[in-house]
C-alpha cells in the first residue's frame, strides 16, 4: 500500500479530485473533514480552542461555530499557528491510526490523505507521494465565493496562510493540472493513477 498526499490552495479542487481517485480505488481521507471531528463538543482540543479564542465562538448549544472561530483565527499568523498548534497533533495521530488500520487491508492499494496545508504542517513527511492540484487565484476566489460563501477579502486572506504553487511545488511527485475543463482533468488523474501503481508495483 501507498500512501499519497493531495495537497493544493484554497478552493484549487481537491476534493473533485480526490472523489476521482476515490472512484479508481483509493482510499481517501479528508484532513478538514478530520479536523472538523476535533472541534466537537467536550473533546481536548475543543476545551483548549475555547481557552484560546474565548466563549464567543460559540453556538447557543456550547458547539463550536466554525465561522466564528476562522474570523478570529486568521487575523494574523499568531493566532493561525496558535489554533494549528492545538488541531494538527490531533489530527495527525488520527490519521496515522486510520492509515495503520488500513494497511491491513490487502485490497486497498493506496490511501489518499487530502490537505490544504499538508506542506506546511509537515504533515508530508508521512507521505509516500506527493499530488499538487495546480489552479490559479482567480479561479480560487471565485470557487471560494461559490462554494464557501467566502468574501474576496476573506479568500485573500486564508491564502496568505498558505504556501504558493511555486513553493509548493517542491515538494511534489505529480502536478494535477485543474485550470481548464472537468473532462481533461479526469484524463490527467487517470494518467497519473495509473503510473503510480505501475511505478509500485501495486
Given at each position: 500500500?501507498?500512501?499519497?498526499?493531495?495537497?493544493g490552495?484554497?478552493?484549487?479542487?481537491?476534493?473533485r479530485i480526490?472523489?476521482?481517485?476515490a472512484?479508481?480505488?483509493?482510499?481517501?481521507?479528508?484532513?478538514d473533514?478530520?479536523?472538523?471531528r476535533?472541534l466537537?463538543?467536550?473533546?481536548h482540543?475543543y476545551?483548549?480552542?475555547i481557552?484560546?479564542?474565548?466563549k464567543?465562538?460559540?453556538?447557543p448549544?456550547?458547539?463550536?461555530?466554525?465561522?466564528?472561530?476562522?474570523?478570529l483565527?486568521?487575523?494574523?499568523?499568531?493566532?493561525?499557528?496558535?489554533?494549528?498548534?492545538?488541531?494538527?497533533?490531533?489530527?495527525?495521530?488520527?490519521?496515522?491510526?486510520?492509515?495503520?488500520?488500513?494497511e491491513?487491508?490487502?485490497?486497498v492499494k493506496?490511501?489518499?490523505?487530502?490537505a490544504v496545508?499538508?506542506?506546511?504542517?509537515?504533515?508530508?513527511?508521512?507521505?509516500?507521494?506527493?499530488?499538487?492540484?495546480?489552479?490559479?487565484?482567480?479561479q480560487?476566489?471565485?470557487?471560494?465565493?461559490?462554494?464557501?460563501k467566502?468574501?474576496?477579502?476573506?479568500?485573500?486572506?486564508?491564502?496568505r496562510?498558505q504556501?504558493?504553487?511555486?513553493?509548493?511545488s517542491?515538494?511534489?511527485?505529480?502536478i494535477i493540472?485543474?485550470r481548464?475543463?472537468?473532462?481533461?482533468?479526469?484524463k490527467?488523474?487517470?494518467?497519473i493513477?495509473?503510473?503510480?501503481?505501475?511505478?509500485?508495483?501495486?
Amino acid at each position: 500500500m501507498i500512501v499519497i498526499g493531495l495537497t493544493g490552495g484554497l478552493a484549487s479542487g481537491k476534493t473533485r479530485i480526490a472523489k476521482m481517485f476515490a472512484e479508481l480505488g483509493a482510499e481517501v481521507l479528508n484532513a478538514d473533514a478530520i479536523a472538523h471531528r476535533a472541534l466537537y463538543k467536550n473533546t481536548h482540543c475543543y476545551k483548549q480552542v475555547i481557552g484560546k479564542f474565548g466563549k464567543s465562538i460559540l453556538n447557543p448549544d456550547d458547539s463550536i461555530n466554525r465561522k466564528k472561530l476562522a474570523r478570529l483565527a486568521f487575523i494574523s499568523d499568531k493566532k493561525q499557528k496558535q489554533l494549528c498548534s492545538i488541531i494538527h497533533p490531533w489530527v495527525f495521530a488520527y490519521i496515522r491510526e486510520k492509515i495503520k488500520k488500513t494497511e491491513k487491508n490487502k485490497a486497498v492499494k493506496a490511501v489518499i490523505i487530502e490537505a490544504v496545508l499538508l506542506i506546511e504542517s509537515g504533515l508530508y513527511k508521512d507521505m509516500d507521494k506527493i499530488l499538487l492540484v495546480m489552479s490559479t487565484a482567480a479561479q480560487q476566489i471565485s470557487r471560494a465565493a461559490l462554494k464557501r460563501k467566502m468574501t474576496q477579502a476573506q479568500a485573500k486572506q486564508r491564502m496568505r496562510f498558505q504556501f504558493g504553487f511555486a513553493q509548493k511545488s517542491k515538494y511534489a511527485d505529480y502536478i494535477i493540472d485543474n485550470r481548464g475543463a472537468l473532462k481533461d482533468t479526469e484524463k490527467k488523474v487517470k494518467k497519473i493513477w495509473e503510473s503510480i501503481l505501475r511505478r509500485n508495483n501495486l
